[in-house]
């Protein structure tokens, strides 16, 4: 075998599979080099080199050799570069790849990791094979890959002639009308495709009835904060809301308050960024427009460059007094900032205003009806007061965000949400005080092989709660992302459970 049947084949199955059959090999060259001092000798050359053309569009340059030798570390790797960016997987034939071997580079931006952000289905070596001869004792037709790969074949024969040749060789195999593109829509963009309820999806233990299922919208399992505050004071994030798109998170929480929409928007607009139809945008309507909720949520679109948010939440259940549209915050002096988003009285408190929750809810409402966004939810609310939002709903809460991690589980209201197919976003899921040290996060961290804070937000998956943690440190941006693979056992669960402090309140 000659380094085409060795290693080119792996390539070029998933190419064929992404981007559908191959037209032509424009130019390829066999060279047969060995060194003389080795007994063994391939039979064919031992460094081939090809252009390849596919009926879709793209062109591949393929360079397959068993004189670098197998161990080599760029070994399989693939490179593919488009107009709005690059993607770097680094070992195309690994049945069992790491976390780290797929690096996206959106236009301009550095590679950044992009962890698959599902289970791992763990793959031994040659189960492929085992299935087929399962499949074929079973009797079973083929549902994927016989053709694909005779194409493969096809392909390595038509470089090795076109090496032999000198020119251009079309790939005119009668098996490629068998060969289909694989669905433009990337398995990296599209929405999760299973909802909260199933155990098998790492969502939702709470919830086993298929009607509740239903019912629940989708969501990635770990979202991204986008939040500018970090220990009482404003912080550039858009550098990190960047990377956390790179890695492959899809939902993403922002709010008026955060300031920072117009920012994200222009990042939502820039190539490379994520398909609009593959994003989860969250808004937030602040306390200080209870009464104006449309002029702040066309405030928010406008800004973000979208025509209506994913779901629109309230951020908190008290009202303030109104301060005038709250647009483009963070390009304001802070005290400026302050002064708008805080409101006090005479004695320097927070200026409420009598605005109740239902007739707020009520006018989320109307948002809906305008399109303005597909789904509604609220913050930072109690199980009561979310009763008394479900009582007069005439659209129900799709999603309730509230502060939660393991000491404060919020475990009757995740229920209560679960059983009526409302979603469960936990914010704050890192930055409790001393949570990152605990010992029984770290103890359980340690056995996985992973960080306390991905434990902590394994935590949150684990029972079909969606983490929204924020970091500006791209090694931790990643990490995140990748808690949704770990797996908690049941005596993981039992020493994160008790872990709730009925008393915990944040400092
Ligand atoms: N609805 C609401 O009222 C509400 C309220 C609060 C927050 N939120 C939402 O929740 C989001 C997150 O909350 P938060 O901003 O309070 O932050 P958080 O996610 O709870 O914690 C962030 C802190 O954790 C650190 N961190 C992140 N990943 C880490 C890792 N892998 N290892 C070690 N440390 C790590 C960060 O430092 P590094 O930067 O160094 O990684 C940062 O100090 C916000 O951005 C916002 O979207 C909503």
């Known amino acids: 075998m000659g380094p085409l049947y060795d290693g080119a084949v792996y390539p070029l199955s ?12 424009r130019t390829a060259d066999a060279l047969d080099v060995w060194p003389d ?104 037709a083929s549902t994927t890959g016989g053709r694909r790969a005779a ?36 398995p990296s963009t599209r929405p999760p495709r299973r909802g909260p309820a199933t155990r098998s999806d790492g969502g939702g233990r709470a919830v ?8 629940a919208i989708r969501l990635p399992p770990v979202g991204f904060g986008c939040s500018r505050y970090r ?63 449309l002029e702040a949520c066309r405030g928010s679109l406008a800004e973000l460059g979208i025509d209506a948010f994913d779901s629109y939440l309230l951020h908190w259940p008290e009202a303030w007094a109104y301060q005038g549209p709250l647009s483009d915050l963070a390009s304001k002096p802070p005290a400026e900032q302050e002064r708008l988003t805080f409101p006090t009285d005479e004695n ?38 979310l009763r008394r939002i479900a009582d007069v709903a005439r659209i129900p809460p799709a999603v309730v965000q509230v502060e939660s991690h393991p000491y404060l589980p919020r475990t009757e209201l995740v229920e209560w949400c679960h059983e009526r197919g409302i979603r469960v976003i936990a914010h704050s899921p890192l930055s409790a005080s001393g949570l990152l040290e605990e010992p029984a ?29 924020a970091s500006n440190d791209p090694d931790h941006v990643v990490a995140n992302l990748a808690a949704a693979r770990v797996r908690l056992s049941d005596a993981d669960r039992r020493r994160l459970g008790a872990l709730e402090d009925p008393e915990f309140t944040r400092e």
């Open 151 to 186: 194409h493969v074949v096809a392909v390595c024969n038509a470089i090795e002639r076109a090496a032999a040749e000198g020119s251009r060789v079309g790939v005119d195999d009668a098996l490629t009308d068998g060969i289909r593109r694989a669905d433009s829509d990337s």
């Open 348 to 385: 320097g408190d927070p200026a409420t205003v009598d605005a109740d929750l239902e007739t707020t809810w009520q006018r989320l409402e109307a948002l809906y009806e305008r399109g303005l966004t597909r789904t509604l939810g609220v913050c930072n609310v109690s199980l009561s007061q």
């Open 208 to 215: 086993d009835s298929p009607a509740v299922r239903d019912a």
């Open 37 to 140: 001092r080795e007994e063994r000798k391939p039979s064919r050359p031992a460094h081939v080199e090809a252009t390849v053309e596919f009926a879709s569009g793209p062109i591949v340059r393929l360079t397959a050799s068993l004189y670098a030798p197998h161990r080599s570390r760029e070994f399989n790797s693939l490179e593919l570069h488009g107009d709005d960016g690059s993607l770097y997987l680094a070992d195309s034939g690994a049945l069992a790849a790491d976390r780290d071997t797929v690096s996206v580079g959106g236009s301009g931006r550095q590679y950044v990791s992009a962890p698959h952000p599902r289970p791992r289905r763990e793959r031994r070596y040659l189960s492929g094979p085992e299935r087929l001869a399962e499949a074929l004792e079973r009797g079973d």
């Open 441 to 469: 996060i770290c103890d359980v961290a340690d056995e996985h092989g992973v960080s306390p804070a991905e434990i902590a937000l394994a935590f949150h998956v684990d029972r079909g709660v969606v983490p929204i943690p």
């Open 14 to 25: 998933l190419l064929v599979d992404w981007f559908g059959p191959v037209a032509a090999v």
């Open 231 to 293: 220990d009482g004071e404003y912080v550039d994030r858009i550098d990190s809301v960047a990377t956390a798109l790179d890695a492959g998170y899809r939902l993403l929480d922002s709010a008026e308050l955060y300031g920072n929409e117009s920012r994200i928007g222009d990042l939502l607009a820039a190539p490379g960024s994520p398909d609009r139809g593959g994003l989860f945008v969250i808004g937030k309507v602040w306390n200080t427009n209870h009464e104006h909720v």
